[in-house]
């Protein structure tokens, strides 16, 4: 996992995962900037399928609104796991 | 995104199981309900009014705040523990130049412990689905019409945080004291539904 900053420009993944998960549909597979660390907690999805996995860090990734659906002026700051995060492409 | 919470079917399932873990011991009669009641115990929007009224009187306790929200409600005897662990407070300040407004896409997280339940609306797929596309739209429907030069950022409450406003203090306000200022404040302005 990359060592995060804020500022950092990050695209989530795009998967469709077939069980339970925090990373909102209209959220996938977009590119956003993070704000700050929102804590370390267990993978909700982990915790979903029974598992007990050790607390990761989740960020508040703000993206503008015209990113995530094609038009608006504002921005949706969505609260995610460092696992839906990848590098944002340069 | 899920349907209505409160579902006959799924009603009927959580007391079919509650029966079975009484009837195994592994659960007292009425534990359930007892420990609704200890969550929602002093949840109320007055707790939230009273933190924003401290914040517009106390610039230290404002930086604070937004800084460590969780730390620095204690300093008014509240906490965000009432439930099984502590969850993490953010809290989110308006000004001229931004606007922000709180929604959880994914169900209805809401900060319960120091707001009490979440209004209807707050929960309904409407709200939760629209706020996040049309917030302009969707704010002029609560009445808040902003000015184009104030841009509007929405949080979506999506993991273990928990989200209060803290709305811009009215102008004319000068004269009033603590009290008379949290009563100024609504629900939907903790919110972000409304400007105050």
């Not at chain 1, 804020?6 to 998960?21: K, L, M, S």
């Not at chain 2, 000004?95 to 707050?122: D, K, R």
Request: negative net charge.
């Amino acid at each position: 996992m990359p060592e995060w900053r804020p500022g950092d420009r990050v695209r989530t993944r795009a998967v469709d995962p077939a069980g339970h998960t925090r990373l909102p549909r209209y959220a996938r597979g977009a590119v956003g900037v993070l704000v700050e660390p929102a804590g370390r907690h267990p993978l909700a999805d982990e915790r979903s399928r029974g598992h007990d996995p050790e607390p990761h860090t989740v960020w508040h990734v703000r993206f503008r609104a015209a990113d995530l659906f094609g038009a608006g002026d504002h921005t949706v700051t969505v609260e995610l796991w460092e696992d839906y995060l990848e590098e944002a492409p340069a | 995104m899920s349907g209505e919470h409160a579902s006959s079917v799924v009603s009927a399932q959580v007391r079919h199981v509650e029966a079975l873990l009484e009837e195994r011991g592994l659960l007292d009669p009425g534990e359930v309900d007892a420990r609704i009641d200890e969550f929602l115990a002093g949840g109320t929007p007055a707790n939230g009014a009273r933190i924003v009224a401290r914040a517009w009187t106390d610039a230290g306790f404002a930086d604070r705040l937004l800084a460590d929200a969780n730390a620095a409600i204690r300093e008014l005897g509240l906490s965000m523990s009432g439930g099984l662990q502590e969850q993490r407070l953010k809290v989110v300040a308006n000004t001229a130049e931004e606007h922000n407004v709180v929604v959880c896409t994914l169900c209805s997280c809401y900060p319960i412990a120091l707001l009490g339940p979440s209004p209807g609306w707050y929960k309904s797929e409407a709200y939760r689905s629209r706020v996040v596309r049309d917030p302009r739209g969707v704010l002029r429907e609560f009445g808040v019409e902003l000015p184009g030069s104030t841009s509007v950022a929405v949080w979506d409450a999506s993991a273990e945080s928990r989200y209060l406003v803290l709305p811009r203090r009215p102008e004319g306000t000068e004269g009033l004291d603590e009290p008379a200022l949290a009563g100024l404040v609504t629900r939907k302005g903790l919110i972000g539904t409304a400007l105050v």
